[in-house]
């Protein structure tokens, strides 16, 4: 494909000769002013140009060998787990945003004798906030719900040997999605600061320093010491709010990407 500029064309012209509808036309007057000033179309050729050239090398699946037409049926059902924990990431990601407004990291007193700020912020939310029960209830079971469907998806992929040649950088990339999943757990499993999260705290502490050579250095990091304190649980919320959603979110759809690019992979 040449990216020299070409000669000039009567869109309006051709548009008029066609029986377009309302939605079409606004589509195409839209598509061809940018095209004339950022030449979309030639890039969207080189996309496509690039995508077919790819997947001519791509190893046919039985089906495709052996003209099994969708013999394959009865896989079906576990192909839609990356699509499923993709979709219960989203919901767990829109409903913690909305808690994010009234949840409070601070492990500082509380009013009430027995919690902290931030423990009262989520009996805030669960007690008195209109809808708020509700609303961190769909965050705890879209969290569950991507866990189960990201490990059920790791267990199609390694025994229908999807993660052969060459489609290895997408099973690296999955390892890497179920470990971020896995941190996305845990620091958000500590940002209540009760009990149980205090005890959750106090394990990670003590396997980060059963680390050898690094493991003090790796309390220090995450944890903020040796025990715990303000410092875990803003660690703890930093991670859960600004730093895992961006890298997970790029990292899914850099997984996506391939999967476009590369189809899917049936049972062989």
Known sequence: MSLEKKDDYDHKGWMKEKDLTAVESAFLTTLIWLDKRLRIVDYLELME????????QM???HTE???L?????YWYPLYTLGLFSTLAYVVAAISGALLGFYYSPSAA????????????SIAFIMRDLQFGFMLRSIHRWAA???VAAVFLHMLRVYFTGAYKEPRELNWLIGIVLISLTMVFGYTGYLLPWDQLAFWAGQIGVEMSLSIPL????IAQLLFGGFSLSQATLQRMYILHVFLLPFVVTALIAIHIGIVWVQGIAEPH
């Open 109 to 120: 007193a509380g009013t009430e004798a027995a919690g902290t700020v931030a423990y009262e």
């Open 214 to 217: 690094i493991g003090e250095w």
């Open 65 to 67: 060998q052996y003209n």
């Open 59 to 61: 190893p046919k699946s």
């Open 49 to 56: 140009t690039l995508y077919y050239r790819v997947n001519l």
């Open 144 to 146: 569950q719900v991507m």
């Open 69 to 73: 037409d969708n013999k394959f049926w």
